[in-house]
């Protein structure tokens, strides 16, 4: 290993988080880069009432994004759902590995599949977008607000509170959970959330050494893909905690996005879908963004901001 390249990875501290951050690690180790981790807490983390009553963007982001300013490390490794739109001054977005499977899953004791849950049936979630696609097609269930980490929420599934939960295939999957899987939610009906199921590898802009290391472990495939939703989410002004999701993927050649925004009540549902080169990523992200505020999401995106909604 040549020890003369030695970076400093920032990330949060939960065994998701560290899980990413020694996969990145572990790849650039590989190609002879020496890594230390440094982990570092988040307003998310310290919080513990629902994660939309903090009232900012970037509460899983904005320390480790401090840290990199601060120059207390060369390389932040973020859940690519977490990072906000917005760009930072002095920061890049320097890669996106290959995406993990990128669909929310139905975890229960109770029941084999989602059209098993009876009526009225407890089901926990953590998202407004995941709450809002649920009641669109099921608006008998009883959505309850469910917080912390996998392993809390599969505890709090096992102790009664919940006949289910919906987490991400991607986490369980890096955690070694899949067997805990029940279904995984159909996309005509669940979208992700933006950038669900990758990782955004964040250095300082003027860090062109690292930003040339980190390069080597990029996908474009997944970058187009993360970038035309990121651009649909920026040109919404929707936010991390929008009843916003969308899905993209390069397939043959061709960049195809599905997106949608809801109420957050699930009663009204817009939609819409994109294709084009993946070249075009962030054009094809904006033409969505323009169909959807054609349709009026602007609209039920600032129902979503209203105290109480949700």
């Known amino acids: 290993m040549n020890s003369a390249i030695r970076l400093r990875l920032g990330t949060r501290a939960s065994a998701l988080a560290r899980w990413q951050a020694e996969w990145v690690a572990g790849q650039l180790q590989q190609r002879g880069?020496?890594?230390e981790l440094v982990l570092i807490a988040t307003q998310g983390d310290v919080q513990s009432g629902p994660?939309?009553?903090i009232g900012v963007q970037g509460v899983f982001t904005k320390e480790i994004q401090r840290a990199l300013l601060d120059h207390r490390i060369d390389l932040a490794v973020h859940s690519l759902k977490d990072l906000p739109t917005d760009p930072i001054d002095g920061l890049a977005l320097a890669a996106v590995p290959p995406r993990e499977r990128a669909g929310d899953a139905l975890v229960s004791n109770r029941v084999t599949e989602f059209s098993a849950l009876g009526p009225r049936a407890?089901?926990?979630?953590?998202?407004?977008?995941?709450?809002a696609q649920l009641l669109h097609?099921?608006?008998?269930?009883?959505?309850l607000t469910i917080r912390g980490n996998v392993d809390t929420r599969l505890r709090q599934l096992d102790e009664g509170r919940y006949d289910a939960i919906i987490l991400a295939e991607a986490g369980l999957t890096r955690l070694g959970l899949t067997d805990r899987i029940t279904q995984v939610l159909p996309k005509e009906w669940m979208l992700p959330a933006i950038g669900q199921g990758a990782l955004g590898l964040e250095t300082r802009a003027d860090d062109q050494q690292t930003r040339a290391l980190v390069a080597l472990l990029d996908e474009p495939a997944t970058h187009?893909?993360?970038d035309a939703e990121r651009a649909l989410l920026a040109a919404l002004h929707g936010g991390c905690l929008a009843p916003v999701g969308a899905w993209g993927r390069v397939v043959d050649e061709q960049l195809l996005l599905d997106?949608?925004?809801l109420d957050p009540q699930g009663r009204q549902r817009l939609e819409t879908h994109v294709a084009g080169p993946p070249q075009q990523a962030a054009s094809l992200g904006q033409q969505a963004a323009r169909h959807l505020l054609d349709q009026g999401a602007a609209a039920l995106i600032a129902l979503a901001r209203e105290p109480g909604s949700a």
């Not at 407890?122 to 977008?129: A, D, I, K, P, W």
């Not at 097609?137 to 959505?143: A, G, K, N, Q, T």
């Open 51 to 53: 994660i939309g009553t």
């Open 137 to 143: 097609v099921r608006p008998d269930l009883e959505v």
């Open 224 to 226: 187009a893909a993360v």
């Open 259 to 261: 997106a949608a925004v």
């Open 33 to 35: 880069i020496d890594v």
């Open 122 to 131: 407890r089901v926990g979630t953590g998202s407004m977008r995941r709450r």
